[in-house]
């Protein structure tokens, strides 16, 4: 089991920026792949980005390319997601996630989410 709580939300201006934090506990060994979602109200979860455990391999939805960035702290087993240029519509409650060994496809542990507004 992998446990991960989320920090770093909150209340900012558009064109701000906010950095959120993703704390891995428990079977951490285990941890091949880490991202970000975000579910803004009345909508799906999305994906935001994702970062590999090992490598550091990034990947970026369209929508926060050039403004969001991932970072991983392997000894801290710890997942940043640094956000700037922020728009109302990045609006959402965000939600970090791990894709262990047993599985293929997907991620298998999930926080709780952060919320985070931009206000126009």
């Known amino acids: 089991q992998v446990q991960l709580v989320e920090s770093g939300g909150g209340l900012v201006q558009a064109g701000g920026s906010l950095r959120l934090s993703c704390a891995a506990s428990?079977?951490?060994?285990?941890?091949?792949?880490m991202g970000w979602f975000r579910q803004a109200p009345g909508k799906e979860r999305k994906f935001v980005t994702s970062?590999?455990?090992?490598?550091?391999?990034?990947f970026y939805a369209d929508s926060v390319k050039g403004r969001f960035t991932i970072s991983r702290d392997n000894a801290k087993n710890t997942v940043y997601l640094q956000m700037n240029s922020l728009k109302a519509e990045d609006t959402a409650v965000y939600y970090c996630?791990?894709?262990?060994?047993?599985?293929?496809?997907?991620?298998?542990?999930w926080g709780q989410g952060t919320q985070v507004t931009v206000s126009s």
């Open positions: 970062i590999t455990w090992s490598g550091g391999s990034t």
């Open positions: 996630a791990v894709q262990s060994s047993e599985y293929v496809i997907g991620y298998n542990y």
């Open positions: 428990g079977r951490t060994i285990s941890i091949r792949k």
